[in-house]
């Protein structure tokens, strides 16, 4: 499918790129489920073959769910991890500080207190830094441990684990970060990103570490119940009720929500909307969130505030709150994330405008965002990262110096790929240490290793673009005239939720629309009408573009004619049921 490009850039200063599907696949799909030929299009471009329809729209975990034991060291994990509920064992669990380590942590904690296990959490904070250390191996061996696993880390903490073999601590790796291929010296590592993979199963390799943990657990129960450990009076537990935390935690890592990940977070949503796990019901209370869930609250309600307590407060307190019995505590934790996050807020303003000062005020020599303060908290650096890449559509590279090392976040595009560029990084000894994904990494190194760090990103960069000029790029799913924007076709395109990262929400082209009654509310968002020639007229808004072009040209319009860029969605505000159009960008026709 080739997309079909308008070379003439929008009021937004972008390019819009309106994708080509194969129209007899696309009526196939029409015909064969039913659907409107719009919905049947984005399926066909986003390359859901016929028979793999219904698993997209309707994901269910007893068909995407395969075999544990297809991914290595699976069955190795689990009967150890078996053994240790069986013999009553002190088993201790290294997390991460993000939303998918408290997450994962967190499942593999409830699991083990179903089944008569008390679990030692640490979840190290920013100062230790990301991973296991030899602090924490030292302190799980004052205390006589006897297993240590890893959940949403590991797969390149050589030193540590071979700090831990010479103290006779066996350790099991839950992960799903790139992997090398040297592995360190470990009781088993589970990571479905492992170079000798042979599960053939490719969604598999964009799960969570959340997701890694559940499907870990599911082996273990399975050997357990091998072994008769389940009886009447110790009944097997439901493992479908941690489904919330492991949608929770997939959408936050912003993984591709395909195959068994859809199953995932569309069950956990359904799991979640019950309100059954005590701390995020205090959570939902505390963010105002009446109705049911979707990804969006997940990634940009939730998700902020389990991040903020890991990145300026307490990063334990991620984890605590997940696994809380009592209400009260829980809305007391729930408090003080919600006040995390305000500060959180405030750091990250005053380390994106220094970031900002910084590019803008110096003359680029590569085509990256690569920045670094000596004041810059460690914790607000991925987001600000974030925001500079977005910002500049460029790979971001922001970076914290501390006393002791340099802490690094970088944020990608398509064309670059981050884990690649920091295992080459590392080999060249210009990175202590680093892992992440395509699009999204970590890194640590001396400061005197900056500007080396610097040029080498920077060739690595420019030599992946070839030197072309990167503009912002729309791609657009359809087209869709303002009369048939209804109530049920938004419902038809719901179909294809959850939205997230590898099936964002449809962009969809409205032609020739006029802007009527445009005003400026709230926080310079604007709202008006489209109107076609055919006499439909649809509500729509735009945010946060009453001081930009968009905005400029949607409140001075009369009568001039426009191409509109958005997504649909049904408007259920006060218990009406309509829709509404989200506008991200316009052009003159």
């Known amino acids: 499918m080739i997309p079909q490009a308008d070379n003439e850039k929008s009021l937004g200063g972008n390019l819009w790129k309106t994708a080509v599907c194969n129209e007899r696949t696309a009526e196939l799909i029409c015909q064969r489920f039913n659907l409107p030929y719009l919905v049947a299009k984005i399926l066909t471009i986003r390359g859901i073959s016929p028979d793999c329809v219904n698993d997209f729209i309707n994901p ?212 979640m909307s019950r309100r059954t796990n005590v701390g995020l019901r205090a959570l939902f209370d505390k963010s105002g969130i009446s109705e049911a869930p979707s990804a969006f609250h997940l990634g940009y309600v939730l998700g902020p505030k389990i991040n903020a307590c890991g990145r300026v407060g307490d990063a334990a307190f991620g984890n605590k709150l997940l696994c809380m019995k009592d209400e009260t505590q829980a809305k007391v934790l729930a408090d003080k994330l919600g006040e995390y996050n305000e500060q959180r807020k405030d750091i990250e303003n005053y380390v994106l405008l220094n970031a900002i000062e910084m590019l803008e005020g110096t003359p680029q020599t590569y085509p990256i965002a690569f920045v670094a303060g000596n004041d810059w908290h460690q914790g607000v650096i991925g987001i600000v990262a974030g925001k500079l890449k977005e910002r500049y559509n460029l790979p971001a590279f922001v970076m914290s110096v501390e006393a002791d090392e340099v802490k690094g976040s970088a944020r990608s595009i398509p064309q670059v790929d981050l884990g690649a560029l920091i295992i080459s990084a590392k080999e060249k000894g210009l990175i202590t240490k680093g892992g992440g994904h395509t699009m999204a990494a970590g890194f640590s190194l001396q400061e005197d290793k900056i500007e080396a760090f610097r040029e080498f990103v920077g060739q690595y960069v420019k030599e992946k673009l070839g030197g072309e000029a990167i503009t912002p790029v729309i791609d657009i799913d359809g087209e869709l005239d303002a009369a048939g924007a209804t109530v049920e076709m938004a419902e038809n395109l719901e179909l294809l939720e959850p939205y997230g990262s590898g099936n964002g929400e449809p962009k969809l082209l409205l032609r020739h629309v006029r802007i009527n009654k445009a005003a400026i509310i709230g926080s310079g968002h604007v709202k008006c009408f489209l109107g076609s020639d055919n006499g439909g007229s649809l509500k729509a808004i735009a945010f946060r573009v009453a001081d930009n072009d968009i905005g400029n040209a949607m409140l001075t319009a009369k009568g001039e004619i426009f191409d509109v860029v958005g997504v649909l969605r049904r408007d259920n505000w006060q218990g009406r049921n309509s829709v509404q159009f989200i506008i991200d960008d316009i052009k003159r026709c």
């Open 60 to 271: 269910k975990l007893q068909t995407l769910l395969p075999d544990p034991s297809c991914l290595k060291d699976m069955e190795k994990a689990a009967k150890r991890i078996a053994e240790a509920v069986i013999k009553k064992q002190k088993v201790a669990v290294i997390g991460d500080y993000d939303v998918d380590g408290a997450t994962s942590s967190s499942v593999l904690r409830l699991y083990f207190e179903s089944v008569g296990i008390t679990p030692e959490i640490h979840i190290p904070d920013r100062e230790e830094g990301y991973g296991p250390s030899r602090q924490a191996v030292d302190a799980f061996a004052a205390i006589g441990t006897d297993l240590i696993i890893t959940v949403d880390c590991g797969t390149t903490a050589f030193d540590t684990f071979e700090y831990a073999a010479e103290k006779k601590i066996p350790v099991i790796v839950l992960d799903h970060h790139e992997a090398e291929v040297r592995l360190p010296p470990v009781y088993a590592l589970v990571n479905p990103k492992r170079l000798d993979d042979e599960s053939g199963i490719e969604y598999l390799k964009y799960m969570a570490a959340v997701g890694v943990v559940f499907v870990t657990i599911v082996a273990v129960n399975r050997e357990l119940r091998r072994q008769n450990f389940f009886t009447p009076e110790n009944p097997e537990p439901n493992l479908m009720q941690w489904l919330d935390l492991v949608a929770l935690g997939t959408v936050c890592d912003v993984v591709p929500l395909k195959g068994l990940n859809r199953a995932f977070v569309r069950q956990g949503l359904k799991i």
